[in-house]
C-alpha cells in the first residue's frame, strides 16, 4: 500500500518506501479546520499513532515547509484506555490498531465531529462523561469502613456483565451514530449500555430506578433510532443494540410501575 521509488536493491527498496497522511488540523477550538499532508518513512508494522510520532519528530509537510506537530491523544498504545479515537479513511477507530500496511491510501486522519476540538485530533469528551454523571454508573458505596466482599453475581449474569464492562469510554459508537449530534441531547449507546450493567451489580442494583428515570427523561432511550451503527462499530465488540433492547423493556415495567403507583 505504501508507495516505493524503485531501485535494484531490495533493503534500499524498503527504507525508500513513503506513507502519505492527510490530516485534518485545528489550531484552536474557535479556529477553522484544514488539512495537511505528510509524506513518512515506512516500517513494518507501523500504525498510526507511530507514524503520528514521526510526524511529530519532523514536523515537516509533503511541500516542504516546516509545520507545527500534530497534536493527539493516547495512553496505554493497546487498545485499552481509549483515548485515540480518531476517524481514520472515513471510519471512526482506534489509532493504536489501526495498521498501516492494512489502510489504503493516502490515509485520512481527522478528529471525531460529535465532540468540539480542543486542537488538531484532540476533543472535548465532556459530553459523554457528563452523560454518565447524570446515569450515575458507578456503585454508590460507603468507604469509611470495610463493607466485606459483597453479594456475589450469579455466573450466567457475570458473563454478559463482563462484556459490558469492556467498555473503555473511546466515543467510537457516538461518532458512529446519527441521532447524537450538536442538535439533540442524546446521551449515546455506551452511557445506557453502562446503564445496563450497574443495574444488573448485586450492590448498584439499589439505584435500578434512579437510573431507569434518568434515561426516561430527556435526551435518553427514546431518543435512540436503532440505526445500529453503534454495535457495528464498537471496537470492543460490546453488545450495545441488547443492551437497549433489554432497557426499553425495564424503562416500560418501570413506566407502568409509576402510573399504577400514582
Not at 127 to 154: E, H, Q
Request: glycine share 6%.
Amino acid at each position: 500500500m505504501a508507495e516505493a521509488v524503485s531501485t535494484g536493491n531490495p533493503a534500499v527498496q524498503q527504507t525508500a518506501k513513503k506513507v502519505k497522511f492527510v490530516i485534518t488540523r485545528q489550531d484552536k477550538p474557535e479556529g477553522p479546520s484544514y488539512t495537511e499532508e505528510f509524506e513518512i518513512p515506512y516500517r513494518p508494522g507501523m500504525n498510526v499513532i507511530s507514524a503520528l510520532m514521526e510526524i511529530q519528530r519532523n514536523p515537516r509537510n509533503s511541500s516542504g515547509k516546516d509545520t507545527a506537530p500534530v497534536c493527539w491523544e493516547s495512553n496505554c498504545l493497546e487498545e485499552v484506555c481509549g483515548a485515540c479515537s480518531m476517524v481514520i479513511n472515513g471510519k471512526p477507530r482506534q489509532a493504536c490498531s489501526s495498521l498501516v500496511d492494512k489502510l489504503e491510501q493516502p490515509i485520512t486522519v481527522a478528529p471525531m465531529k460529535t465532540f468540539p476540538v480542543v486542537r488538531d485530533l484532540v476533543i472535548d469528551r465532556s459530553r459523554m462523561f457528563s452523560a454518565l454523571k447524570k446515569v450515575k454508573a458507578w456503585i454508590p458505596i460507603d468507604g469509611t469502613y470495610d463493607l466485606g466482599p459483597g453479594p456475589r453475581m450469579a455466573e450466567t449474569k457475570r458473563q454478559w456483565a463482563y462484556e459490558l464492562s469492556k467498555c473503555m469510554t473511546c466515543g467510537v459508537c457516538l461518532e458512529a451514530c446519527p441521532n447524537v449530534n450538536e442538535k439533540t441531547d442524546f446521551i449515546g449507546p455506551a452511557p445506557l449500555s453502562q446503564v445496563r450493567l450497574f443495574n444488573a451489580h448485586p450492590t448498584g442494583e439499589m439505584n435500578k430506578e434512579e437510573r431507569l428515570d434518568a434515561i426516561m427523561g430527556e435526551g435518553g432511550i427514546e431518543a435512540c433510532g436503532n440505526s445500529q451503527n453503534c454495535v457495528r462499530s464498537c471496537p470492543k465488540g460490546i453488545p450495545l443494540t441488547t443492551s437497549i433492547a433489554d432497557l426499553n423493556k425495564e424503562t416500560n415495567k418501570r413506566m407502568f410501575k409509576r402510573w399504577l403507583s400514582v
